[in-house]
């Protein structure tokens, strides 16, 4: 595989693996959290090189953090809560259970996507410092430090995930072909429709919160999730494909 198509499949899991936390969280299912742990903490000390260990299991003391490197005095937090008083929660834990004698810098590592946070820095009484710019990391950051690694590293990190998720990784050609022809027999089906009866918003009608408002929050992230990992595809689709304006636009509704 070239760099492009290992930082493609890397994607790939993550993204999965990210989806797959918040689905299971949003059901009070937590155990996935601490198989995340261990995840983690061998998949950071491939990318970055640190040598990570599961601290709370070792210290009785380190319930604020999950791993550690106490060579490179660093801690990490795995969480899939991304709200600014989780991170306070972490650091003053951090901070009360004496951890930053030991360790220089507490990192909060978000299984999903970081929030813009108010405020840039937290610190203690003591002068512990974390900042919430380059402490705060989500699955983003981390495909932005992967990107920049040689490629034998880049094959070793796609062949960790692939080994670990078992998500087998999309052909993209067969499901830009199967999507096309799926296009192709939606839109003659359709034929009639007019470019002006198909809408762009999934939920024009806000019927998600009249109809299923103890679920709206699950349902509205579903689709903004799963249009991630398939967006892709069905940009590939609409540059190859030849079905014109009106049936593109019914297609793409429908899908």
């Known amino acids: 595989?070239?760099?492009?198509?290992?930082?493609?499949?890397?994607?790939?899991?993550?993204?999965?693996?990210?989806?797959?936390?918040?689905?299971?969280?949003?059901?009070?299912?937590?155990?996935?959290?601490?198989?995340?742990?261990?995840?983690?903490?061998?998949?950071?000390?491939?990318?970055?090189?640190?040598?990570?260990?599961?601290?709370?299991?070792?210290?009785?003391?380190?319930?604020?953090?999950?791993?550690?490197?106490?060579?490179?005095?660093?801690?990490?937090?795995?969480?899939?809560?991304?709200?600014?008083?989780?991170?306070?929660?972490?650091?003053?834990?951090?901070?009360?259970?004496?951890?930053?004698?030991?360790?220089?810098?507490?990192?909060?590592?978000?299984?999903?996507?970081?929030?813009?946070?108010?405020?840039?820095?937290?610190?203690?009484?003591?002068?512990?410092?974390?900042?919430?710019?380059?402490?705060?990391?989500?699955?983003?950051?981390?495909?932005?430090?992967?990107?920049?690694?040689?490629?034998d590293k880049l094959k070793r990190c796609f062949d960790l995930l692939r080994d670990e998720l078992h998500i087998a990784v999309p052909r993209e050609s067969n499901e830009v072909h199967t999507l096309m022809r799926v296009i192709e027999v939606l839109s003659t089906a359709d034929g009639d429709l007019s470019a002006g009866e198909n809408r762009e918003d999934p939920d024009p009608e806000q019927k998600i919160h009249d109809r299923f408002a103890d679920h709206a929050d699950f349902l509205e992230s579903q689709y903004v999730n799963l249009h991630e990992i398939y967006g892709r595809t069905l940009a590939e689709v609409n540059r190859h494909s030849d079905l014109g304006h009106v049936k593109s636009a019914s297609s793409r509704s429908i899908l």
């Not at 795995?78 to 951090?94: N, Q, W, Y």
């Not at 259970?97 to 978000?110: A, C, N």
């Not at 929030?115 to 410092?129: D, H, Q, V, W």
């Open 1 to 151: 595989m070239n760099r492009a198509m290992l930082i493609s499949g890397i994607n790939h899991y993550l993204t999965h693996l990210r989806v797959s936390v918040a689905q299971l969280n949003s059901l009070n299912l937590q155990d996935i959290n601490i198989h995340a742990e261990t995840f983690f903490r061998d998949f950071l000390n491939l990318v970055l090189g640190y040598d990570l260990k599961n601290i709370n299991i070792i210290e009785k003391n380190a319930s604020a953090v999950d791993l550690a490197d106490e060579d490179q005095r660093i801690a990490i937090q795995v969480t899939s809560t991304p709200d600014l008083a989780k991170i306070k929660h972490t650091h003053r834990g951090f901070v009360d259970g004496g951890l930053d004698r030991k360790y220089d810098r507490l990192v909060v590592l978000i299984i999903g996507e970081r929030l813009r946070y108010r405020e840039s820095t937290l610190e203690s009484n003591a002068g512990f410092s974390m900042s919430l710019v380059d402490d705060v990391w989500d699955v983003e950051e981390l495909l932005r430090k992967i990107a920049d690694l040689p490629l």
